[in-house]
């Protein structure tokens, strides 16, 4: 399930080649101080390097030489606390790179292409409001990629039609969880191994909601990982309990109780989630954390508890993806350029994936032969990839 709470971000870039938001591939230079920062003028690596003050009374001091090109800001945070930095344009408020988590007398680099335009650096301090720092103007040559900010009020009305989304699914996984139960309870353990897989995709699906069901979530979908009983401790409970049950040949004496522990989990959540409010904030980041944790998960295998069914976990997935996707659409259709080529990926990788199915039955994760396996790795790492863009792109961002 993805990991819950946001991840801080490095210094990022618009990428020319394919307007795609990457992860600068840089380091942070801690320490440095400003006279031993590089004042603007080549370096190592053959680019120009610009010393850029980060604080509330000098943002963007000194940059007085704009030269058009690739280049490389050396963003020297001058203050006592932490701060995060946008280069944008100062009149659309197009970003053309940031960088968070700058602490306070060290330096990082922001690497951008910047072309004849308007630019300004805003200077957005951890205990302080925003200050955007003097208009630079370049003169010739052709500007990277930039995109215009997300705010939280882009976000809000589609954050609310998602969560009904959810809640409509989360009607699904207690009606399948109770027909689970009922086989378990009559003792039919054929039956619930058959009703076991439906009733927990229809809950991984809900992947971008995990943040929002709190504990919930780990007494419906945990692991046995960290508890000091490993599979046999009473806190290991929910689909994966009931899962290592039902193939390892327990009774349904045993699973009676943690079946009914999961009903009654489930419908908890169903009513709960009427009162709860999913972070407007986090939609973004929940659909690049879905397919993450696929691929660190279900496709090494780390959630199999018997059934042999993490393919179709993947799948489901992939279907939770899309959900949210969908409801970010209308922003993303004028910030991220190859929307189509991520619809393309997502199309390829819901192929791939059936391709391991028969009917009702899902080839076990290690039955497949290397090459299957490298390919499902491939094309849902190259999801991953992609979704890092949609993640950034749909951060909100603070405005001066």
């Not at 039902?246 to 959540?269: E, F, I, S, Y």
Request: net charge neutral; hydrophobic share 40%; aromatic share 6%.
């Amino acid at each position: 399930m993805p990991v819950p709470g946001l991840r801080s971000r490095p210094a990022r870039l618009w990428a020319a080649g394919g307007l795609l938001l990457v992860l600068a591939l840089v380091t942070a230079l801690l320490g440095m101080t400003l006279g031993g920062a590089r004042r603007a003028g080549a370096a190592a690596d053959g680019l120009p390097h610009t010393t850029v003050e980060v604080s509330p009374s000098g943002c963007g001091r000194g940059w007085s030489r704009p030269v058009p090109g690739l280049q490389v800001f050396e963003l020297h945070n001058t203050s006592s606390g932490a701060a995060e930095v946008y280069l944008e344009d100062p009149r659309s408020r197009a970003v053309y790179g940031e960088v968070e988590g700058i602490g306070p007398g060290t330096t990082r680099q922001l690497t951008v292409r910047l072309g004849r335009g308007s630019y300004a650096f805003t200077c957005l301090p951890d205990d302080a409001g925003a200050v955007r720092g003097p208009t630079v103007r370049v003169g010739s040559g052709q500007a990277g990629p930039a995109a215009a900010p997300v705010t939280e009020h882009d976000l809000v009305p589609l954050a609310i039609d998602y969560q009904k989304w959810v809640g409509g699914g989360l009607d699904e996984v207690v009606r399948l969880t109770g027909q689970l139960r009922d086989a378990i309870d009559g003792g039919d353990l054929g039956r619930a191994r058959a009703d076991w897989l439906p009733a927990h995709l229809a809950y991984e699906r809900l992947g971008a909601a995990y943040g929002a069901f709190g504990e919930a979530d780990t007494r419906i979908n945990g692991t046995d990982a960290g508890l000091p009983g490993g599979v046999r401790d009473p806190s290991f409970t929910g689909f994966h309990r009931i899962e290592y049950g039902l193939w390892h040949g327990q009774p349904a004496t045993t699973l009676r109780a943690p079946a009914d522990a999961l009903l009654k989990a489930v419908t908890t959540l169903r009513a709960d989630w009427v009162q709860a409010r999913m972070d407007p904030a986090q939609l973004g980041l929940r659909a690049h954390e879905i397919l993450e944790n696929t691929v660190q998960s279900e496709l090494t295998g780390r959630t199999d508890y018997g059934s042999g069914s993490t393919l179709a976990t993947a799948r489901a997935h992939l279907d939770g993806t899309r959900a949210v996707l969908s409801r970010l659409h209308p922003l993303l259709r004028t910030r991220y350029p190859d929307l189509p080529g991520l619809d393309r990926q997502l199309d390829r990788a819901q192929r791939t994936l059936d391709g391991f199915r028969r009917g009702d039955r899902w080839t076990p994760l290690d039955r497949l032969g290397r090459a299957p396996r490298e390919r499902a790795d491939a094309v849902l790492g190259d999801l991953v990839e992609r979704l890092a863009s949609v993640a950034t792109l749909c951060d909100p961002r603070r405005t001066v």
